[in-house]
């Protein structure tokens, strides 16, 4: 009985876990685009928030703008196309925490969301992006043995 509950299991795990990882990669994608998508449809305001609101710490508030920016509208595509999942997740990861280092209002009101979209990052940085992805006929060609 045992036995037949561990296949089964491992079927379901076969057919689960590149849907969940595809899934993950797809909802963290679009959170982060949309967010580029607005910071760079209103710049001004994008400034005005980096300058006047944002935190960021150690570079200067121009430079995290342009940064954090092209970070949102390009990091998201690797993970959609599943592309070097791993570290360009790892490097979004660090992106996540940044904001919520920079922006203390998010600590009433976002905070969960970004602790959700952190777990999702780390799912793709700790299994990868999984059977679909381009990173896995890159595996293959590349670490054939």
């Not at 990882?21 to 963290?28: C, E, G, H």
């Not at 949309?34 to 001004?44: F, P, R």
């Amino acid at each position: 009985m045992l036995n037949f509950y561990q296949l089964i299991v491992d079927k379901m795990q076969c057919y689960f876990t590149p849907i969940l990882l595809l899934f993950t990669r797809l909802w963290v994608a679009s959170v982060f685009l949309k967010s580029g998508y607005l910071k760079i449809t209103t710049w001004d305001s994008t400034l005005y928030l980096f300058e006047e609101e944002y935190q960021v710490p150690i570079i200067p508030w121009e430079l995290a703008a342009y940064a954090g920016t092209a970070a949102e509208l390009i990091l998201p595509v690797f993970l959609i196309l599943g592309l070097l999942t791993r570290p360009m997740a790892a490097v979004l990861f660090v992106f996540n925490i940044m904001a919520v280092v920079s922006y203390p209002v998010l600590w009433e009101g976002g905070f969960y969301d970004h602790q959700l979209w952190g777990l999702m990052i780390l799912i793709n940085v700790v299994w990868g992006a999984g059977l679909i992805s381009i990173d896995q006929p890159l595996k293959k060609h590349f670490f054939a043995r």
